[in-house]
């Protein structure tokens, strides 16, 4: 199985190719151009690298967010158009998901936590089930920041990109795993989708879409005019 993986959930992502379980390149985009300027040359580098043709990738596989607008609809759409044209099936992974399973092995329990902007953050816990993949413990939500680093147990551990912003707001009380390990990787993308792909599951390339982490300000924007009617 030949895997082309997409990470965009921030405005700097990552692309990976792995054969089987082995991977074979990972490769940082640009960070002097946004994702909509370096994804697609991005890719073309990646190919050329690991000597593939487009129509040798048989699964393109994709983070469907929560994330940012922009970066998650670049890159969902990039990965649909890629497999519907190299005749290549195609999964979405869970941000939250991927930022959890690249915790050290040593970790068996994670909040995963990402921006939603305005002062909020979508969080989810996870924990290692008996094979060593992390499970999510409950539902992601979205919470006002400030309240959720108070209400933060003593002992927890927490990883995600928002870090860079609220690293030293968080209490002594909760452990943050080292900077490393904070952004979604590319590299992680695809070894999560290798083993869903081997469990059966598949989306659907007309109607996989992104998982926001919230409504567009537009939208709230929209609603509440039309809620004043």
């Not at 983070?63 to 649909?80: D, E, N, Q």
């Not at 992390?134 to 939500?141: I, Q, S, Y």
């Not at 952004?183 to 998982?211: I, K, M, Q, S």
């Amino acid at each position: 199985m030949r895997i082309l993986a997409l990470e965009t959930t921030e405005l700097i992502g990552s692309v990976a190719a792995m054969e089987g379980r082995n991977l074979l390149a990972e490769l940082k985009l640009s960070r002097q151009q946004r994702t909509a300027r370096s994804l697609a040359p991005g890719v073309r580098s990646l190919l050329g690298q690991v000597r593939w043709q487009p129509t040798d990738v048989e699964l393109v596989a994709v983070t469907i967010g929560p994330g940012s607008f922009t970066g998650l609809r670049i890159g969902v759409t990039t990965a649909k158009v890629f497999a519907y044209a190299a005749e290549a099936d195609i999964l979405g992974i869970d941000t939250l998901e991927t930022i959890a399973a690249g915790a050290p092995e040593r970790v068996q329990a994670v909040t995963t936590v990402v921006d939603a902007q305005r002062g909020e953050a979508v969080v989810r816990p996870f924990a290692r089930d008996e094979r060593g993949w992390f499970r999510p413990v409950t539902a992601a939500e979205l919470v006002e920041v400030d309240g959720w680093l108070e209400r933060l147990p003593a002992g927890t551990t927490i990883t995600g990109p928002v870090l860079r912003k609220l690293a030293d707001r968080v209490p002594h009380r909760v452990t943050v795993l080292d900077r490393p390990c904070w952004p979604p990787r590319a590299a992680t993308v695809a070894r999560l989708a290798a083993r869903d792909y081997e469990a059966g599951r598949r989306n659907d390339v007309f109607t996989l879409a992104p998982h926001y982490s919230r409504r567009s300000a537009a939208e709230e924007t929209w609603d509440a005019r039309n809620c004043r009617r």
